[in-house]
Each structure stands twice: as structure tokens, then as C-alpha cells.
């Protein structure tokens, strides 16, 4: 079935600093990739998305490459600021089935 | 546009209780689907309902069910509450023809946190 990798936390940046958390997956065909955000007490942030190989999801200085070749997403920010303290889950779907598997989730806790 | 709101926010219960929780989607969308959040298993799939029809469902026991309205308000109902039903329950909308959607995105709301004792 599938399956969505991500890399574990917490990660502790301080400001500024850049950011990458690495993303893996499983699936048959070509599906959908997301990346979301969970801030404390609240539910889930679409950051951004691609839907085929080389498609490159951007949103508030957060990019993402579907890298077909090696089945990867990896979320990056050139410069983190602490208000990105969050959770981040990385996220396909099978349209097939119009579910979403979500990754474990990676902490980010970014230090003034 | 209101976005996708779930009530309610916070809910004790004791084992044995059963449990009802209510979503209202983003006007339009059609599509509601249902998440279980536990920090042991993260975010697990429970059951998608489009135009007043299950479509999906998850690897969920019986005692975890839902339904969808006309104006495709959801509920969701978990009935013989264990300790371990214990989560927080996020409701996503996704706006979708009756067709094979090419992108599907899902907007969630804040989620009901269900505490059993």
C-alpha cells in the first residue's frame, strides 16, 4: 500500500537559518503530494501541493519538488522565522481511492 | 468564504458512552472526509462521504460510523467509547465533481478533541 516517510523531529532551527525536511513515499502510479501544517491547537494548513514529476508546490517562501526518480518531496525554506514553529506533514493521495496517507509529522521549533 | 467548521471543540466522555461530532464543510464542497489524530498512529483515514454516500473507508472497527446530509453537513458517531478512541477527530472538505478529480485537495477544520475516561 501506500506509505509516506518523513524525516523525524524535533528540528531546532534558530532564525533565519535554512530549512529542509526530507520526504519519501510509496505508490503505485503518480499520485498527488502535499505538504501540510499543524500549528498548536488547531487542525491542518494545505502549504502547498504538486501533482506530477517536476511540478514544484511553493507557498509563503515554502517550496517542494516532486521528484519522480527518487520518490521524494522535500520541503525547504531559505529562511525560517519562529512564527513557522509548527508541525509539518507530508501527505499523497491515491485518487483512486481519494484518501490521504500522511508521513509521522516533523516538529520545527525555531529559536529567536 | 467560511472555512470548515467542526463542533464540538472539546468532549469528555466515559467508556461505554457513545459519541456524536458534527462537521460543516467550505460552501460548495461536497466531498467531507474524516481523520482520527492519536499521537501513537498520527493521522489515520476513517471514511469519506460524497453527496450523502460512504465512498471510502478506513481499517476502522463498526463502532466508528458516519453520514452526510442533504446540504453535505457531516456527522460522525462512535458508539462503545474505549479509552484508546481517545484523539482528536479532523474533518476535511474537499470540493470535487461526481467525476475523477485531477487534483484533490482537502481543507481541514480545527477538530474536535474527544477525551474518554
Known amino acids: 500500500g501506500n506509505s509516506v516517510t518523513q524525516m523525524e523531529g524535533p528540528v531546532t532551527l534558530s532564525e533565519e537559518a535554512f530549512l529542509t525536511i526530507n520526504c519519501t513515499y510509496t505508490a503505485t502510479g503518480y499520485p498527488s503530494l502535499f505538504w501540510y501544517v499543524q500549528y498548536p491547537g488547531e487542525g491542518l494548513q494545505l502549504l502547498l501541493k504538486?501533482?506530477?514529476?517536476?511540478d514544484k508546490g511553493s507557498n509563503k517562501g515554502f517550496e517542494a519538488t516532486y521528484r519522480k526518480e527518487t520518490t521524494s518531496f522535500h520541503l525547504e525554506k531559505g529562511s525560517v522565522q519562529v512564527s513557522d514553529s509548527a508541525v509539518y506533514f507530508c501527505a499523497l493521495v491515491d485518487t483512486g481511492r481519494r484518501a490521504l496517507t500522511f508521513g509521522s509529522g516533523t516538529r520545527l521549533q525555531v529559536q529567536p | 468564504k467560511a472555512g470548515v467548521t467542526q463542533t464540538p471543540r472539546y468532549l469528555i466522555k466515559t467508556r461505554g458512552q457513545q459519541v456524536t461530532l458534527s462537521c460543516s464543510p467550505i460552501s460548495g464542497h461536497r466531498s467531507v472526509s474524516w481523520y482520527q489524530q492519536t499521537p501513537g498512529q498520527g493521522l489515520q483515514f476513517l471514511f469519506e462521504y460524497f453527496s450523502e454516500t460512504q465512498r471510502n473507508k478506513g481499517n476502522f472497527p463498526g463502532r466508528f460510523s458516519g453520514r452526510q446530509f442533504s446540504n453535505s453537513r457531516s456527522e460522525m458517531n462512535v458508539s462503545t467509547l474505549e479509552l484508546g478512541d481517545s484523539a482528536l477527530y479532523l474533518c476535511?472538505?474537499?470540493?470535487?465533481?461526481?467525476?475523477?478529480?485531477?487534483?484533490?485537495?482537502?481543507?481541514f477544520g480545527p477538530g474536535t478533541r474527544l477525551t474518554v475516561t
Open positions: 504538486a501533482t506530477k514529476a517536476d
Open positions: 476535511a472538505s474537499s470540493f470535487q465533481t461526481s467525476g475523477r478529480a485531477t487534483i484533490y485537495e482537502q481543507y
